[in-house]
């Protein structure tokens, strides 16, 4: 994989720290939880989109991490907008990440010898 340059990986933890303002705001009721959830989810899937067609080692639990990454920024982008499926998104996320998290150990265990 070739390395993001500085601003790149800047701009990405900026879009992930947005969509975790915007998550503070919709829990608080602040105004503006709507904008950072856009701004946030925009810059994050793009630099993901981009980080990802430069990687070179594709595993097969990268699948449900692309499915983990994006049912959480739909499920945050919901919730800010205040619609309330994104309650069900946040748990189908949630079921992403365990089965992600399952498939990538499972990966990485040496192959059994029969």
């Not at 748990?91 to 990966?107: G, K, M, N, R």
Request: with cysteine; net charge positive; glycine share 8%.
């Amino acid at each position: 994989m070739q390395n993001p340059s500085p601003i790149q990986r800047g701009l990405f933890v900026c879009g992930i720290g947005s969509l975790l303002v915007s998550v503070l705001f919709s829990v608080n009721g602040f105004p503006a939880a709507e904008l950072f959830a856009v701004i946030g989810g925009v810059l994050s899937v793009t630099l993901y989109i981009l980080f990802q067609r430069k990687t070179l080692h594709v595993k097969r639990s990268v699948i449900m991490r692309h499915a983990t990454f994006g049912l959480l920024i739909l499920g945050i982008s919901l919730r800010s907008f205040a619609v309330s499926a994104g309650s069900i998104v946040f748990l189908l996320a949630f079921i992403a990440f365990l089965v992600w998290f399952t498939w990538s150990v499972l990966e990485e265990l040496p192959p059994s010898e029969d």
